[in-house]
């Protein structure tokens, strides 16, 4: 149950938009379209971002939105606003019946 | 409004037992999986084990199987977590989340608790 690899930092100037990517093998992201990603405020508690690869939850803003290619699982933040400063989580279901999270990328809105 | 709520956490020497409890309501908990993750200081969230809706199906991390349980009683809506032979690797922050409703599969995770603090040392 190796974690899912994303990096650990990314930035942006405000307005511009950003990719976080998160990369795992065929017996998780390429395997399976479960991909989720959490929003994690410091001291906060993680909040759903997008489920099922690229669908967002009610209430989450359209800036957010998400996509897969093979083993790799993206996450990008159009229109970056300095709320969106975060620590950002993929998971994935694996072929193991199991989650696995990614290491998490420090998002830093300059 | 829908709600998790935490309970159970403290310190434990390393070998002791601790049993975590969460407490849902303002859903049915019955139609839910139901999900522990736990955060180490400064660290990531690493996914710790979930359970089907009506408790005949558990599955475990590799590094908690053998010595966490997790369980639910749906008539009081409480889902558990029994620790047994800690570590220090163990200490961390505790949450539980909703899974998906039945009959939706999918992995994500939409309501959190807020967490309890479980430390393990001697």
């Known amino acids: 149950q190796s974690a899912l690899t994303q990096p650990a930092s990314v930035s942006g100037s405000p307005g511009q938009s950003i990719t976080i990517s998160c990369t795992g093998t065929?017996?998780?992201?390429?395997?399976?379209?479960?991909v989720s990603w959490y929003q994690q405020h410091p001291g906060k508690v993680p909040k759903l971002i997008i489920y099922?690869?690229?669908s967002r939850p009610s209430g989450v803003s359209n800036r957010f939105s998400g996509s897969k290619s093979g083993n790799t699982a993206s996450l990008t933040i159009s229109g970056l606003q300095a709320e969106d400063e975060a620590d950002y989580y993929c998971s994935s279901y694996t072929s193991s019946s199991t989650l696995v999270f990614g290491g998490g990328t420090k998002l830093t809105v300059l | 409004e829908v709600q998790l709520v935490e309970s159970g956490g403290g310190s434990a020497q390393p070998g002791g037992s601790l049993r975590l409890s969460c407490a849902g309501s303002?859903?049915?908990?019955?139609?839910?999986?139901m999900h522990w993750v736990r955060q180490a200081p400064g660290k990531g969230l690493m996914w710790v084990s979930c359970?089907?809706?009506?408790?005949?199906?558990?599955i475990y991390a590799d590094s908690v199987k053998g010595r966490f349980t997790i369980s639910r009683d749906n008539a009081k809506n409480t889902l558990y977590l029994q620790m047994n032979s800690l570590r220090g690797e163990d200490t961390a922050v505790y949450y539980c989340?909703?899974?998906?409703?039945?009959?939706?599969?999918?992995?994500?995770?939409?309501?959190w608790g807020q967490g309890t603090t479980v430390t393990v040392s001697s």
């Open positions: 099922d690869v690229s």
């Open positions: 303002g859903f049915i908990f019955t139609y839910y999986w």
């Open positions: 359970i089907n809706n009506d408790g005949s199906s558990t």
């Open positions: 065929s017996s998780d992201v390429g395997g399976y379209n479960y």
């Open positions: 989340a909703r899974g998906p409703r039945i009959p939706v599969a999918g992995s994500d995770m939409d309501v």
